[in-house]
């Protein structure tokens, strides 16, 4: 049997994945979670052989947990499944050592197939989203940067970003003028939605 995680925040999703997996004869779910702060302590004392994680999680980010869970079970096999096909969120996830990217609006039967394969050792990535990620190249932003803008999402003013982050104001400034310049955008708003949009965030 191939020993499955599934961490999806929405109820329904998770319980249909979990139905619909359970279904299948070599496939067994052996933990759900619906944080991302809740994957590794779960993947730790449940074992699985597969983990499928949502990106957008409370908590922390699948992204955010992969590679904490990648060194605390590296024979787990982490299948990203999410409904944002962000070429930078694929990247972002193969760098950190996922066995496959995949998009939720895909059949059940090639999730289960999916998982079977990222057992073996192969990678699964939708052959579109490979593509663009090619095409979109890195992401240029530092991890710094990354983090401002970030920070600076919800509107917080700069001093706000600055204690929250405990950097000075001026460095700030300096982090989100230059995430502003790389992403070729007028305004830290704009320059965090087009980092969004790609998956840089």
């Known amino acids: 049997m191939i020993r499955i995680l599934i961490a999806e925040d929405q109820g329904m999703m998770r319980d249909a994945l979990a139905l619909l997996l359970d279904l299948e004869d070599d496939l067994e779910i052996v933990a759900q979670v619906a944080a991302g702060d809740e994957i590794v302590a779960a993947a730790t004392a449940r074992r699985p052989d597969v983990a499928l994680l949502d990106i957008e999680l409370p908590g922390r980010s699948g992204l955010d947990v992969l590679p904490e869970l990648r060194a605390a079970l590296p024979e787990c096999a982490v299948l990203i499944l999410t409904t944002f096909a962000r070429p930078g969120y694929l990247r972002r996830a193969m760098e950190a050592g996922a066995a496959g990217f995949l998009v939720k609006d895909g059949p059940v039967e090639e999730l289960a197939a999916a998982?079977?394969?990222?057992?073996?050792g192969e990678r699964i990535i939708d052959p579109a989203l490979a593509a663009?990620?090619?095409?979109?190249?890195p992401s240029p932003l530092t991890g710094r940067e990354r983090e401002v803008l970030t920070a600076a999402l919800d509107g917080s003013t700069i001093a706000d970003v600055a204690a929250r982050l405990h950097l000075s104001e001026s460095t700030v400034r300096n982090h989100l003028s230059s995430a502003i310049g790389?992403?070729?955008?007028?305004?830290r708003i704009e320059a965090a939605r087009i980092a969004r949009h790609n998956g840089w965030l």
């Open 132 to 137: 663009a990620a090619l095409h979109a190249g």
């Open 115 to 120: 998982v079977r394969r990222a057992v073996t």
């Open 182 to 187: 790389k992403t070729h955008t007028r305004n």
